[in-house]
Antibody, heavy 121, light 107 residues
Framework: QITLKESGPTLVKPTQTLTLTCSFSGFSLSTNGVGVGWIRQPPGKALEWLALIYWDDSKHYSPSLKSRLTVTKDTSKNQVVLTMTDMDPVDTATYYC?????????????WGQGTLVTVSS | EIVMTQSPATLSVSSGERATLSCRAS??????LAWYQQKPGQAPRLLIYGASTRATGIPARFSGSGSGTEFTLTISSLQSEDFAVYYCQQYNNWPRAFGQGTKVEIE
């Protein structure tokens, strides 16, 4: 059974760096075709795709946020970490991590429950 | 970057009726399109991938169609648990892109 869970601070100050951890079970990020992505959703708004890292350590980022995002994996710990620098109140959102690879390496299939991050001084 | 546009923004439907949701891509995404359902306070759930293939455990009343730039999600007979927001997402190109969502509400 594939499960994912996000963890990290619920409140960050403007200009700070956000670090979120996605801890997962039920799959290995060393398996061919598997990836873990990050998606966020501001309150009451639509989903926004942020980044994705694959089993081979290839990475893809949203162009509009690329300069601020870094995604890394720790296969031995079954974790993926997202860092976002220079946080702003507009970055307030629920941040989700999600698995891809059950049907296709390109399809996001299982999602974590999400974690709400508020950016405020 | 590909832009995904969904219509309508809100769809008011009675239980038991048919709902038809549309999604348009700004350029062809072939059949590399997924549909997700999101209920309040919950994470999205994958319904359809490959434009028309239901994910495991998804009821047959959900069906997807289309290719290229025009896609449709049809719910043949709405059940109470189907009232939610639905998002389309293309995975043909980087960066991935979601539509802005269609809210299906009770009429």
């Amino acid at each position: 059974q594939i499960t994912l869970k996000e963890s990290g601070p619920t409140l960050v100050k403007p200009t700070q760096t956000l670090t979120l951890t996605c801890s997962f079970s039920g799959f290995s990020l060393s398996t061919n075709g598997v990836g873990v992505g990050w998606i966020r959703q501001p309150p009451g708004k639509a989903l926004e795709w942020l980044a994705l890292i694959y089993w081979d350590d290839s990475k893809h980022y949203s162009p509009s946020l690329k300069s601020r995002l870094t995604v890394t994996k720790d296969t031995s710990k079954n974790q993926v970490v997202l860092t976002m620098t220079d946080m702003d109140p507009v970055d307030t959102a629920t941040y989700y991590c999600a698995h891809s690879g059950l049907y296709s390496q390109y399809v996001v299939d299982y999602w974590g429950q999400g974690t709400l991050v508020t950016v405020s001084s | 970057e590909i832009v995904m546009t969904q219509s309508p923004a809100t769809l008011s439907v009675s239980s038991g009726e048919r709902a038809t949701l549309s999604c348009r891509a700004s350029q062809s995404v072939s059949s590399n399109l997924a549909w997700y359902q999101q209920k309040p306070g919950q994470a999205p759930r994958l319904l359809i991938y490959g434009a028309s293939t239901r994910a495991t455990g998804i009821p047959a009343r959900f069906s997807g169609s289309g290719s290229g730039t025009e896609f449709t999600l049809t719910i043949s007979s709405l059940q109470s648990e189907d009232f939610a927001v639905y998002y389309c997402q293309q995975y043909n190109n980087w960066p991935r892109a979601f539509g802005q969502g269609t809210k299906v509400e009770i009429e």
